[in-house]
């Protein structure tokens, strides 16, 4: 059985975000039991399992991610991770169609490698941060919204990019407080740089302290941002240490979101789903 891990969002080895992707046979995923147990081995953010739908079917390939602590319903940089593998691998070409826990969600390889995402934008409801969540995460909110139950993260703008990147949250007491995470942004500080805003996402409640690049963010952030500056298309950096960018253009109630994909490991599963 194939596994491999990807760098997600980069175009460099070592950089973005790592998933692994395992791609099973046709028929219905294992056990959720066994799914989690090597989500938990691997121990990257996200592990993404794909199994190849019969001719017909609503999807091309049915696609879950998991973390190491639980099953997640909607994951940028490992739906990115899978189309890039099945594209590399030749068991796909062009636009491929997963069926998800959000839906289907389509995936576009560019003649440049690059790949476009089609997610539903998560939408943006204005509410109060938790004074605890502001304590541990260490901050002082310009605006707070939350993202939904499909993504289900606290959205935090706070003043400027120098805060988001100095940020040393207290991780044990964010995840105390579930839910999924807590994403933090602000503004460029270069409004003519090579990117518009900046970000961190949080996540220790499912096992995650800080996600190198979240995609799935980027389906919030992006008509955010998009609302703020006043432009459709814009680009995200994720200032974790491993970095990452993140293109989005919003369209309607959809936010597309472009990046690439780099594969540092291509081997075989030894032990049995």
């Known amino acids: 059985m194939k596994i491999c891990i990807v760098d997600a969002f980069t175009d460099r080895p070592f950089a973005g975000n790592p998933a692994a992707v395992v791609l099973l046979d046709s028929g219905p995923f294992p056990e959720d039991e ?87 934008t998560a939408p943006l409801t204005p509410a109060p941060l938790p004074e605890e969540a502001a304590t541990a995460l260490g901050v002082q909110a310009l605006s707070t919204h939350y993202t939904g139950p499909q993504v289900g993260d606290y959205l935090v703008e706070v003043g400027d990019e120098k805060t988001v990147r100095s940020l040393a949250p207290d991780f044990p007491a964010l995840a105390r407080l579930g839910g999924r995470g807590f994403v933090v942004t602000a503004r460029a500080d270069d409004p003519a740089g090579d990117y518009d805003f900046v970000s961190r996402g949080f996540f220790p409640a ?68």
């Open 34 to 120: 066994q799914l989690q147990r090597l989500a938990a081995e691997v121990n990257l953010s996200e592990t993404a399992y794909a199994h190849p739908l019969a001719p017909g079917s609503e999807a091309d390939w049915a696609l879950r991610w998991f973390a190491p602590a639980a099953e997640v319903s909607l994951c940028g940089h490992a739906t990115l991770a899978t189309a890039h593998v099945l594209h590399t691998s030749g068991r796909a070409s062009g636009t491929v169609r997963f069926a998800t826990r959000s839906g289907v969600l389509s995936a576009d390889t560019a003649a440049d490698g690059s790949i476009t995402l089609d997610f539903p």
């Open 206 to 273: 499912v096992g995650v302290n800080e996600d190198p690049v979240t995609g799935s963010a980027h389906t919030a952030l992006a008509p955010f941002w998009s609302a703020r500056l006043n432009r459709a298309e814009l680009t995200g950096l994720q200032v974790s240490a491993r970095t990452g960018l993140v293109r989005t253009m919003l369209r309607e109630d959809r936010t597309l979101l472009t990046g690439t994909a780099v594969t540092v490991i291509d081997g075989e599963l030894l032990t049995g789903l």
